[in-house]
């Protein structure tokens, strides 16, 4: 009897673990493509862009402190937002290994931001039925946010592949050099699947139908080519990074990191 | 209707007087019942005042500072105690601007937003706020904050800011 009840409590613990791994993943591509298109202000090709791509860093921020918060929460060790945003380091970040990669030119942001908003509509509108009423109150949010990012990105994506020679040029390279970030999006592992078990987060088979159908779409519609399938094993979700995120995460916790504890 | 919940009533009518009075920091000509940021007031049976505010936008810069005024608006008002309570759901949707802030906005020269549902479909004129011509333009999605979009009026060629719907 007892130890039926622990195993139950056991298990129970288990599934709050997981499901604190699933929220900081959320939360932390988030942070890391807010803090990539934070990178653009002062910069963007022309003032309405600059001030359209800070609103969606903005955005992205906003949901990041939402899902870190709750991740700290579930974690139960005391760290908030602000604790796991500035003080871990590169392989304690879970964010997709698309999210790091850097702003380049103006179409190698429009790619990831149009692949990533085109992820995070399927996530979202998937977790905003969530078992989890936090999860869900928070997706719900989200993806009201989303749909107009996404609206920015692809219409960019659009523009710029069915542009001028040059814009289709750049906008089909960086296709072909992101793509291969693309198959870890909707790729289960062990956490994937027991968010789907529980009711929490959407299955992804389901997911990367919907998800494939929208960017075959956009793409005819940009006159771009998918390129052919070459998936790279980057698992960002698990903490396996490129180089390019240590880089980031210097500029974003330098403060911190010299001045620990320094507040506004 | 008892002695009692008409007490309770007229304090909860009190604070929301109050909070009719803090201003959106933005965008101070409306307040924050104005946008619809309020959405709740409760007096508990200790007496204790709570109050439940949500975001507009995930990242609206202007969402701590909204807390810090209605928390020294409520102590000023010898509500020192009083709880604020963060409300995520539903979500914040630019149809709970009040009638009131419509006209506000209006008058301050921001035209207020179409009904949400329409957002996300073939959008409808926006009215120039300084001479009313429907024969307006968006330059851009993104405005000067979170909650504004960019607007051109080809009628009085001035440039204006729309409520973003969502």
Same mark, same amino acid.
């Given at each position: 009897?007892?130890?039926?009840v622990?195993?139950?409590?056991r298990?129970?613990?288990?599934?709050e673990?997981?499901l604190c791994?699933?929220v900081?993943?959320?939360g932390?591509?988030?942070?890391?493509?807010?803090q990539?298109?934070g990178?653009w202000?002062?910069?963007?090709?022309?003032l309405?862009?600059?001030?359209?791509?800070?609103?969606?860093?903005?955005?992205?921020?906003?949901?990041?402190?939402?899902?870190?918060?709750?991740?700290g929460?579930?974690e139960g060790?005391g760290?908030?937002e602000?604790?796991?945003?500035?003080?871990?380091d590169?392989?304690?970040?879970?964010?997709?290994t698309l999210?790091?990669?850097?702003?380049?030119?103006?179409?190698?942001?429009?790619?990831?931001?149009?692949?990533?908003?085109?992820?995070?509509?399927?996530?979202?509108?998937?977790?905003a039925g969530?078992?989890?009423?936090?999860l869900?109150?928070?997706a719900?949010?989200?993806l009201?946010e989303?749909r107009?990012?996404y609206?920015?990105?692809?219409?960019w994506?659009?523009?710029?592949?069915?542009?001028?020679?040059?814009?289709?040029?750049?906008?089909?390279?960086?296709l072909?050099?992101?793509w291969?970030?693309t198959?870890?999006?909707?790729?289960p592992?062990?956490?994937d699947?027991?968010m789907?078990?529980a009711?929490?987060?959407?299955?992804?088979?389901?997911?990367?139908?919907?998800?494939?159908?929208?960017?075959?779409?956009?793409?005819?519609a940009a006159?771009?080519?998918?390129?052919?399938s070459?998936a790279?094993?980057?698992?960002?979700?698990?903490?396996?990074?490129?180089e390019?995120?240590?880089?980031?995460?210097?500029e974003?916790?330098h403060?911190?990191?010299?001045y620990?504890?320094a507040?506004? | 209707?008892? !002695? +009692?919940?008409?007490?309770?009533d #007229?304090?909860? %009518?009190?604070v929301?007087?109050l909070?009719r009075?803090?201003p959106?920091?933005?965008?101070?000509?409306?307040s924050i019942?104005?946008?619809?940021?309020?959405?709740?007031?409760?007096?508990?049976a200790?007496?204790?005042?709570?109050v439940?505010l949500?975001?507009?936008?995930s990242g609206?810069?202007?969402?701590?500072v909204i807390?810090?005024?209605?928390?020294a608006a409520? !102590? +000023?008002?010898?509500?020192?105690? #009083?709880?604020? %309570?963060?409300?995520?759901?539903?979500?914040?949707t630019?149809?709970w601007?009040t009638?009131?802030?419509r006209?506000?906005l209006?008058?301050?020269g921001?035209?207020?937003?179409?009904?949400?549902?329409?957002?996300?479909g073939?959008?409808r004129a926006?009215?120039c706020?300084r001479c009313?011509?429907l024969?307006t333009?968006r330059?851009?999605?993104?405005?000067s904050?979170?909650?504004?979009?960019?607007?051109?009026c080809?009628?009085?060629?001035?440039?204006?800011?729309?409520?973003?719907c969502i």
């Amino acid at each position: 009897m007892s130890a039926g009840v622990a195993g139950v409590a056991r298990r129970e613990r288990s599934l709050e673990q997981a499901l604190c791994r699933y929220v900081l993943r959320l939360g932390d591509t988030s942070l890391v493509l807010g803090q990539r298109l934070g990178e653009w202000i002062g910069h963007a090709p022309a003032l309405e862009e600059d001030l359209g791509l800070a609103n969606l860093s903005l955005d992205l921020i906003g949901q990041a402190r939402l899902l870190l918060s709750y991740a700290g929460e579930l974690e139960g060790r005391g760290r908030d937002e602000d604790a796991l945003a500035f003080l871990r380091d590169a392989p304690e970040f879970l964010n997709l290994t698309l999210a790091e990669q850097p702003n380049g030119d103006f179409a190698d942001t429009i790619v990831r931001q149009w692949l990533i908003d085109a992820w995070q509509l399927e996530i979202y509108e998937g977790l905003a039925g969530s078992t989890d009423s936090r999860l869900a109150a928070i997706a719900a949010k989200a993806l009201k946010e989303t749909r107009y990012h996404y609206r920015f990105s692809s219409n960019w994506l659009i523009r710029l592949g069915d542009g001028t020679e040059e814009s289709r040029r750049r906008a089909q390279r960086a296709l072909d050099s992101l793509w291969r970030f693309t198959a870890e999006l909707f790729a289960p592992d062990e956490v994937d699947e027991r968010m789907a078990t529980a009711g929490i987060a959407p299955p992804l088979a389901a997911a990367a139908g919907r998800f494939a159908a929208r960017i075959a779409a956009d793409l005819g519609a940009a006159t771009l080519t998918a390129p052919g399938s070459h998936a790279y094993p980057w698992h960002g979700k698990r903490g396996v990074h490129t180089e390019h995120l240590g880089h980031l995460l210097g500029e974003m916790q330098h403060l911190q990191r010299t001045y620990p504890g320094a507040r506004w | 209707m008892s !002695a +009692a919940e008409r007490v309770v009533d #007229a304090r909860e %009518e009190r604070v929301w007087q109050l909070l009719r009075a803090v201003p959106d920091p933005e965008i101070p000509v409306v307040s924050i019942v104005d946008l619809g940021i309020v959405r709740y007031v409760r007096v508990a049976a200790d007496g204790r005042v709570h109050v439940g505010l949500t975001p507009t936008y995930s990242g609206c810069p202007a969402t701590a500072v909204i807390r810090s005024s209605t928390q020294a608006a409520l !102590a +000023a008002a010898g509500y020192g105690d #009083a709880q604020l %309570e963060e409300v995520l759901a539903p979500p914040w949707t630019s149809d709970w601007v009040t009638a009131q802030g419509r006209a506000k906005l209006a008058a301050f020269g921001i035209a207020p937003p179409a009904p949400a549902a329409e957002a996300q479909g073939a959008a409808r004129a926006v009215g120039c706020p300084r001479c009313g011509s429907l024969a307006t333009e968006r330059i851009s999605e993104f405005g000067s904050t979170p909650c504004k979009a960019h607007y051109r009026c080809s009628a009085c060629g001035e440039p204006f800011d729309q409520f973003k719907c969502i």
